[in-house]
């Protein structure tokens, strides 16, 4: 049980979605759209840079009261599907551990490494477990 982790996602339009756990860790759904590879989320009805993949640039974000920015680590490619490893660097506070999210341009995140160190896969698009070489790749 401590290796699941569930988010629900709903789909508004086309372009448009509500994802729940995912950042907020609780029910609270954020909103999102994404156009011309340049992911948005939605604050006080505006729309927010969140993560920009073509020039691999990140937004900051309010999550629970604490200010973070998005932040680039590396582009991975993992059963020949690309990733970018993305984090949350929070603005005013120190974070001795972060979780790593392995975000894809057309499916989202795939991944999770937990600030802890645990490997969560979306098992929907992975069918089967990572292997070794897979997860150290992520690592």
Known sequence: MELEF????????????????LFTGNQNFIDFKQKDKVLYY??????????????????????????????????????????????????????????????NEKEGVLAIKTSIGKMLIRDDFFKEPLSKEEEEILN
């Open 42 to 103: 939605k604050y006080k009805k505006k729309w927010i840079l969140f993560y920009d993949f073509k020039t691999k640039k990140g937004g900051d974000i309010c999550i629970s009261g604490i200010k973070y920015h998005l932040s680039f680590k590396e582009e991975i490619k993992v059963r020949n599907i690309s990733l970018d490893k993305i984090y949350l660097k929070p603005a005013k506070i120190t974070q001795l551990h972060q979780p790593f999210y392995y975000f």
């Open 6 to 21: 569930s988010a629900q996602k709903k789909c508004l339009s086309e372009f448009e979605f509500s994802i729940s756990r």
